[in-house]
């Protein structure tokens, strides 16, 4: 791989604080642009606009997703505006690409009733159980992302006020509020759960495995995946699955979009605008439901 990715690497994790997960996307589809442009004979680091526009048909010819080819191409301008701005190129020759167009698929959600069953099937008292239902509490009655539940420490909750502050993508912090439900399985959790699993170690994490050390990522999967099926649900349901619940279902209890945004940590509002969609057809519903001159009430 190129120094001059490799300099763009350092300067998004460093600088710009991207998680490691994050990085290691760009470094793919980074190494996935420069293997289809070496075969050409092109330095990715050194390509004109027209060899950035053949690369933007290769992608359309993959026929990936619109959200997949978005990403790519997202990778390679934000690498040729750090060359530009580091002095390493007098042009940008990705300033003119634009991402395809087409219907991005709209994040699902699952029912109140749903999540409700996940949660309820960790009724016991063990340490296990109690740490697995703060887990789908704070997944979904703060719509924290699986990263955020990983890094999450003691110190960033706070019971008696009622929040937690997790740190999200870029190192950015938020408050969150805590509902009852998740403030009473937090408090169980930590009162009760996570002394027996930390035994004596001094792992700063939250949320701590049986033996003791911090939760993976897949492990938080397989928490989230387990309680579906103890719970009976035909659908398969992951960690973020119940963070696009959280933000539906506040839109569609009339929260505003604005404080969705600051609730899931979206730097942009249009990240979280997307939501709006699947609102719309809540809506829409309603109307056809209530509506006298609704098609289904004629």
Known sequence: MDDRIYSFLDFIALEKSLSPRTVEAYARDLGQAEAVLASRGVDLADATREDLTEYERHLAGLGLAVRSSRRKLSAVRSFFRFLAREGMRKDDPASLLRPPKGRMSLPSAVS????????????????????????????????????????????????????????????????????????????????????????????????????????????????????????????????????????????????????????????????????TNIDRTHLSEVMDDCHPRSERRR
């Open 112 to 275: 109140v009733e749903a999540v409700t069953a996940m949660i309820e099937v960790w009724k016991d008292a063990d340490p296990l159980s109690l740490r697995n239902r703060a887990i789908l509490e704070l997944a979904y009655g703060c719509g924290l992302r699986e990263s955020e539940l990983i890094d999450l420490t003691p110190d960033r909750v706070f019971l008696g006020d009622s929040y937690v502050r997790p740190c999200g993508k870029g190192g950015r912090e938020r408050i969150v509020p805590l509902g009852g439900p998740a403030r009473r399985a937090l408090a169980r959790y930590l009162d009760e759960a996570r002394p027996a699993l930390a035994r004596r170690r001094t792992f700063p994490n939250l949320f701590l495995s049986f033996r003791g050390r911090p939760l993976s990522r897949m492990s938080i999967w397989e928490i989230v995946e387990r309680s579906a099926v103890l719970a009976g649900l035909p659908e398969k349901v992951h960690p973020h699955l119940l963070r696009h619940s959280f933000a539906t279902h506040l839109l569609e209890g009339g929260a505003d979009l604005r404080v969705v945004q600051e609730l899931l940590g979206h730097a942009d509002i249009r990240t979280t605008e997307i939501y």
